[in-house]
């Protein structure tokens, strides 16, 4: 394999000096097996719970958001914690710790470690390895060191800074002091206790992995180079400790590896280098909401649209000195809104109204310095009302849709129908609100949404809305129906029904819902149905009365035609302002 490799020039003979220790240690290249090593459960559920317990303790109180806040690290660019271990090896020369690159440079070794194990980093790069961790994997570090229990936070954080090159930074170390300090002072007792529980087993399944880092150095440069390499969880040095949970944490986080490389002669376990998470905006057509936005803008429209109408309305009202008939103007949502902004946008904004009316609501609200946090705002019960009448839009539809079959009886069930529906869903929304929940998967699981491109992976879901309470309000407003059609038609004499219906012809100029929710009693003359200027706007007739003529444009129909009127014959006066619809 190695001829091959030499042959297709991917390697070159004779080979460096850091592969031929690869293969004397490990075995020959191209028969070496290289397997990604999942990071332990037990790991991973201390990071969870740490920071869980950190979240719980900066909302407790406003001190503690404002010291977590206070924490900086600012105040350094790069840690290089060496262990005491390679103290011997202080003077050292050292040519990187990547084991698929042949080494280059020749640093001293008290600087630092040089750049681990990466698939990111080229292998020219002589950089020193990156340690810069942030708040969070600081303070969960000093969780799983024991910082909380400790009797002696200076002492802790003085053994654990030893470590570091060069020392006597004091800026720096008050930095950790300050991050000990917070773990003593706010994280509660039981809750210490708990934590150091996790760690416990978190630090056995992790030593177990023999994470390591890795080194090729020598003591001068003519002499043969040495492999090195340290677990990062080393319980012989106690005050390492600190660090090395720094790595094991990165680890969990995902910025970081452990990759397992096993050849015919041995095997060994490295932690790879700091990978930075890139961070992307969501495209606004991959979000969810994106059809929200699309269905406010409709709603903005049916909104804009029937105010526009009930504007015109008035104008019309003012315009023929209020000789209208005023039960017909109730009707504006019913009748307006079915031919003016039709069936279809009426029950996009039911429908809207219905789900956010089986949503609950959680808002992002700032509580202190470092501190957002979600909260379910108090609706006070009149909002909750008024936001219930929105479910009557559904119920205008209903009853439109059934005119062909109720007929006559419309008028006597369709406002208790609307009325039903509104009491009911305002007293199951208040009596029983819809609330979040937020439900975690015990692991991560990732699938190749497209290969080489993206990855989804499923954490958990926050739920704040359900699909039982829509169907429950769905079925209030076709059972509420049903309910007072039946009634009506047990309870009410048909002969009661229009009893002006038989004064005049019925006009094909009138939609359905004018057909039987206006009010026709005192506007037929022999035999002739008279429709005031507003009740005619609502019924889709724009009309215009100019000289001896009413001009009419139909929107139903988009047609336009006049009406002569003749001043010879008498009107009552309340009529003569009115459209004569003239077949």
Not at 57 to 66: D, F, G, R
Not at 259 to 275: N, P, R
């Amino acid at each position: 394999m190695v001829s091959l490799m030499v042959q297709n020039v991917t390697l070159a003979s004779p080979l460096a000096e850091a592969f031929q220790l690869v293969e004397f240690l490990v075995g020959p290249l191209g028969s070496i097996d290289m397997k990604a090593i999942p990071c332990p459960a037990s790991v991973k559920q201390l990071v969870a719970s740490g920071l869980d317990v950190l979240r719980t303790s900066l909302v407790s109180t406003p001190e503690a958001s404002t010291a977590y806040s206070n924490l900086s690290a600012n105040s350094f660019d790069n840690l290089t914690p060496i262990p005491k271990a390679f103290a011997s090896q202080a003077g050292w020369y050292e040519y990187g710790g990547n084991i698929l690159c042949d080494g280059f440079g020749g640093y001293n070794f008290s600087k630092g470690w040089m750049m681990l194990t990466s698939r990111v980093y080229p292998c020219d790069q002589a950089v020193t390895a990156l340690l810069r961790p942030t708040k969070d994997v600081v303070l969960l570090a000093g969780i799983a060191t024991g910082f909380p229990q400790a009797i002696d936070a200076t002492t802790s954080v003085a053994d654990a800074c030893r470590y570091l090159f060069p020392q006597g930074d004091d800026v720096r170390d008050a930095y950790f002091l300050d991050a000990a300090m917070f773990l003593q002072t706010y994280i509660r007792p039981h809750d210490k206790v708990f934590l150091a529980s996790l760690a416990a087993v978190a630090f056995d399944d992790a030593s177990a992995a023999q994470a390591s880092m890795m080194q090729y150095i020598n003591r001068v440069p003519t002499l043969p180079l040495l492999r090195v390499h340290y677990h990062v969880l080393n319980a012989t040095e106690p005050g390492f400790l600190f660090w090395g949970w720094m790595f094991i944490l990165e680890w969990a986080l995902g910025n970081r590896e452990v990759v397992s490389f096993q050849g015919d002669a041995g095997s060994i376990h490295l932690v790879t280098e700091f990978a930075q998470t890139t961070a992307a905006d969501v495209q606004p057509r991959d979000l969810p909401t994106v059809l929200a936005v699309y269905m406010r803008v409709m709603l903005l429209y049916v909104t804009s649209a029937m105010l526009a109408i009930a504007v015109l309305v008035v104008v019309y009202v003012f315009s023929c000195r209020g000789f209208v008939e005023g039960s017909n103007l109730s009707t504006l949502n019913r009748v307006a809104g079915i031919v003016w902004v039709g069936r279809p946008l009426l029950l996009l904004r039911s429908l809207t109204a219905l789900c956010l009316l089986s949503t609950a609501t959680l808002e992002l609200t700032f509580r202190s310095p470092g501190v957002s946090l979600f909260q379910v705002p108090q609706v006070p019960w009149y909002k909750t009302v008024l936001s219930a009448g929105e479910a009557t839009w559904l119920v205008y539809i209903v009853n439109d849709i059934c005119l062909v079959w109720t007929k006559q009886y419309t008028k006597m069930y369709a406002s208790c129908s609307s009325l039903l529906v509104w009491v009911l869903v305002a007293i199951l929304t208040v009596v029983w609100p819809v609330e979040h929940c937020a439900m975690m998967t015990a692991s991560t699981s990732c699938e190749i949404d497209h290969m080489d491109f993206q990855l989804v992976c499923h954490s958990g879901a926050i739920v704040i809305g359900t699909a039982t309470r829509l169907h429950l309000l769905l079925g209030l407003v076709c059972s509420s129906n049903v309910v007072c059609y039946v009634a009506s038609r047990w309870y009410v004499d048909p002969g009661r029904l229009h009893p002006a219906k038989l004064t005049y012809h019925p006009s094909l100029l009138l939609s359905a819902g004018s057909q039987y929710f206006y009010d026709a009693k005192l506007w037929a003359h022999k035999g002739l149905y008279h429709l005031d200027p507003a009740s005619a706007l609502m019924n889709g007739l724009v009309t215009l009365r100019w000289r001896h003529s009413v001009y009419v444009v139909d929107v139903k129909i988009w047609r336009s035609f006049a009406i002569p009127l003749d001043d010879s014959i008498y009107l009552p006066k309340h009529l003569t302002m009115a459209v004569p619809l003239v077949e």
